[in-house]
């Protein structure tokens, strides 16, 4: 095995590890992190890229094949979550302002992060992207939807920005990926 990937297979096995060490860090020293804010969406645009290069177009065609699966995991997608933030934010002892974060996070599809953790766990990744860009369509409407349900406010949301953000994020770098 080469260089890069054992270094790969490292990475990947101790990816949750990582994650917390890095999300500790970003709470006691967000300063070290603030910089790559204007990098998020085209970082995220690769690595979604990465994610169409692990594909093939009969990956999706065996999605399409499915689509009672892609339809369970979005409807989870947007009932479970969002009900679920909404219980941990009403019984814990938390501001106001943490409830609505809990809740937002809640209402919003799932990300590229769902996908690197589906490949890595050698699970249905073709599924994992399809589901991810259906619900992250979807959030235009859903999401300011269902915060409105759960959190009784409206959060002001350009749905032609958003829907193009996630173009560009999750549908443009998955089909050159595939492409490629």
């Not at 995220?44 to 892609?70: Q, W």
């Amino acid at each position: 095995m080469n260089t890069l990937g054992k270094i790969s297979n490292v990475v990947g096995n101790t990816f949750a590890i990582w994650v917390l060490l890095f999300g500790a860090l970003a709470f006691f020293v967000p300063g070290a992190f603030t910089w790559i804010a204007p990098y998020i969406v085209p970082l995220l645009g690769i690595v979604m890229f990465g994610m169409g290069l692990t594909l093939s177009a009969d990956d999706f065609k065996e999605v399409f094949k499915r689509p009672l699966d892609v339809l369970i995991g979005v409807v989870a997608q947007f009932l479970i979550m969002p009900l679920v933030a909404f219980l941990l934010a009403y019984f814990l002892p938390v501001s106001r302002e943490v409830a609505l974060g809990i809740i937002l996070v809640g209402c919003c599809p799932g990300g590229t992060a769902s996908n690197v953790m589906t490949y890595l766990a050698k699970g249905d990744t073709a599924l994992s992207v399809a589901v991810t860009s259906v619900s992250t369509i979807l959030a235009p409407i859903l999401t300011p939807s269902l915060i409105l349900l759960f959190a009784g406010k409206w959060l002001s949301v350009s749905a032609a920005a958003l829907f193009w953000s996630i173009v560009k994020v999750v549908l443009i770098p998955i089909v050159l990926g595939l492409i490629a």
